[in-house]
């Protein structure tokens, strides 16, 4: 952030969205670590499976999400929606 600069006013109507690709990525991280799983009682043969599962969820969140964009004011209806079909768009492209 430049002096004077607030999480809002430098990333503006995107920040809340912004936010909540930003948690996302975190849970995304942490499953990607078998010890984390073990802290849940869950085994290392089930990790790819989790993830997978984890994957597919997140997918489907971003495209249910798209009854929330208006195209005619090229606007999402809620935040965690815009962040949520951002990460399913990486997910689809990678």
């Known amino acids: 952030h430049e002096e004077g600069e607030v ?3 430098r990333f503006g109507s995107i920040s ?5 690709c930003r948690a996302d990525t ?3 991280y942490l499953c990607t670590i078998k010890e984390v799983y073990s802290l ?3 085994q290392d043969d ?19 999400g ?3 964009y ?5 606007k999402w209806g809620q935040a965690h929606t815009q962040g949520a079909f951002v ?3 990486w997910i689809y492209k990678n």
């Open 7 to 9: 999480w809002n006013s």
């Open 16 to 20: 809340a969205s912004y936010e909540e």
């Open 26 to 28: 975190c849970g995304f």
């Open 40 to 42: 849940f009682g869950f």
């Open 46 to 64: 089930e990790v790819d499976l989790l993830l997978w599962v984890n994957c597919m969820n997140q997918f489907r969140k971003g495209i249910l």
């Open 66 to 68: 798209l009854v929330l």
């Open 70 to 74: 208006n195209p005619e004011a090229k």
């Open 87 to 89: 990460f399913a768009m």
